[in-house]
């Protein structure tokens, strides 16, 4: 039997305010535990939330960039669970009425990935995003009590700390599909600058829902949730076991259990946590301390006249006025930081499209991976590649030694360099006098008899031969395209 996956993500994405959002306590990351708690936080008796305005403003921010409704009142609803990590003993978050409602994210799903076989663009309809506290952490594993004791520990450092949760339906087919997703989504939100992205710390972490079902079905299966998946291998992973567990149960006879799965890492498995609880059962009701949350359209209007250039915009930019492939301008708006220097090489230093497109995605990914990934403090600044750039554009040196410059300037760990005084300190112009290529070229020539009479007489082959004589002869400075011009001329007798 052939069997269809369906897969639909909910994403926890942490906006990237100061402050928490509905107390003034601070939200950064990795302080000692409970440090960073207002009584809110902590569910004193007789404190109540104030909604942080900040937290709004990137709900909003993404709604507009995903073209979706931004509910004009929304509700904050109290989602009622017991758990030591959650001392008022309800989540605030949002139910019937999401702040943010609809929209789409478009991506590419590259050929490697694809199941097809082909790069495939993709369009999934979001179901909603709506805004949530987080809850603390409790700590288990080697927690030591007062008393030297083994025991847990509450850290309510990050109760409190906004989310917005996105949801998508049920519409991707593919593990791969859902990693691009997500990959996209996560080039988003940073590009927003609503969240920082950070996967390790938490900041942005999914949860995939994954049935599979007859192809050719129309009802669903039966889904189970795979929670906090916190890196893209990971998803993948998770994704295709679970798949292929769901496939064996049920041709085994068996029936999938509506399930909260987690992903072991180490065993590459999924493993059941609890039974899957339904909306009823946390006996939502809107929170009476907290008023509706209305959004006047001057808001939503300021927040649109803040928005940067979209990604999806500035693809058709790269298209339109630089003539680049729609591949080449995926890649360079992968993430904000890339674009940005893209941006800085090009549309403000004025180097050419194309060629600091293949350096941007070619040597200089290559080095920035190597140092962690880090585009925002490239090995080269965009000053010194523009210039490499042009160096190479008007004949001053060739390609090859660009990329030895390149290597070594990256290697000393130097941003900021001086191209062309290192260009006249080591002699690398090319010698583009044609006078002193003519002169080599004949001296060439006139030590090789046989090979001359051989290209000649019909071995066109030997064309390399000749241009590798005179660029040992030049040192390697020889401008190609000249040498290839002279060399056809002379040759052609
Ligand atoms: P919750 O997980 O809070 O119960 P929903 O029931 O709204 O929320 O569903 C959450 C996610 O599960 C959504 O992303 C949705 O697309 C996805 N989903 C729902 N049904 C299925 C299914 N049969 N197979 C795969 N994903 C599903
Ligand atoms: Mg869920």
């Not at 709004?56 to 509910?71: H, K, P, Q, S, Y």
């Not at 350096?359 to 000053?383: C, F, K, Q, T, Y």
């Not at 290192?422 to 046989?450: H, M, T």
């Amino acid at each position: 039997m052939n069997w269809e996956v369906v897969i639909g993500l909910e994403t926890h994405t942490q906006l990237s305010t100061a402050s928490k959002i509905f107390s003034g306590a601070s939200t950064a990351f990795g302080a000692e535990p409970n440090v960073h708690t207002a009584a809110v936080d902590l569910a004193l008796p007789g404190t109540l939330p104030v909604l942080n305005r900040g937290a709004v403003e990137r709900a909003i921010r993404f709604g507009l960039a995903i073209g979706a409704t931004i509910a004009p009142v929304s509700i904050f609803a109290r989602k009622n669970y017991f758990y030591p990590d959650l001392p008022k003993g309800y989540q605030i978050s949002q139910y019937e009425i999401p702040v943010v409602q609809g929209g789409t994210v478009t991506f590419v799903v590259d050929a490697a990935s694809s199941p097809g076989g082909k790069a495939e663009t993709k369009t999934v309809n979001l179901t909603r995003a709506h805004l949530e506290e987080d809850a603390g952490k409790s700590l288990h594993a080697d927690f030591v009590g007062l008393h030297g004791e083994k025991s847990s520990g509450i850290d309510l450092n990050r109760a409190g700390t906004p989310l917005l949760e996105i949801v998508t339906e049920p519409e991707m087919r593919s593990s791969a599909e859902a990693v691009a997703y997500a990959k996209a989504l996560h080039g988003l939100v940073t590009w927003l600058g609503i969240c920082d992205g950070n996967m390790q710390e938490g900041s942005f972490r999914c949860d995939a829902n994954v049935s599979v079902r007859p192809m050719g079905s129309t009802a669903f299966g039966t889904r189970c949730e795979i929670k906090n998946l916190n890196s893209f291998r990971f998803m993948q992973q998770a994704i295709d076991y679970e798949v292929e567990r769901q496939i064996a149960l049920i041709e085994d006879g068996g029936t999938v259990i509506q399930q909260t799965r987690l992903f072991d890492p180490d065993r590459g498995e999924t493993r059941a946590m609890r039974s899957k609880e339904d909306a009823q059962d946390y006996r939502y009701f809107p929170d009476p301390d907290l008023p509706p949350l209305t959004i006047a359209p001057e808001w939503v209007e300021r927040v649109r006249a803040g928005m940067p250039e979209l990604p999806a915009a500035m693809r058709e930019r790269l298209v339109a006025d630089y003539g680049l492939s729609s591949y080449d301008a995926q890649a360079l708006t992968a993430s904000k930081d890339i674009a940005r220097f893209f941006d800085d090489v090009v549309t403000k230093l004025g180097a050419q499209a194309k060629q600091a497109a293949n350096w941007i995605m070619g040597d200089m990914s290559a080095a920035v991976n190597e140092r962690g990934g880090d585009w925002s403090r490239p090995p080269l600044d965009a000053p010194t590649l523009a210039t490499l750039i042009a160096r190479v554009g008007d004949g001053t040196i060739n390609a090859k030694q660009a990329k030895t410059l390149f290597a070594e300037l990256a290697a000393a760990d130097t941003p900021s360099a001086d191209v062309d005084a290192l260009i006249a300190a080591r002699g690398l112009e090319q010698i583009s006098d044609s006078g002193a290529l003519e002169a080599a070229i004949d001296d060439i020539l006139a030590k090789s008899p046989s090979q001359l009479a051989d290209y000649r007489g019909g071995k066109e082959k030997l064309f390399g031969y000749f241009v590798g004589q005179a660029m040992k002869a030049t040192g390697g400075k020889a401008n190609p395209r000249q040498l290839n011009e002279l060399l056809r001329k002379k040759l052609a007798g």
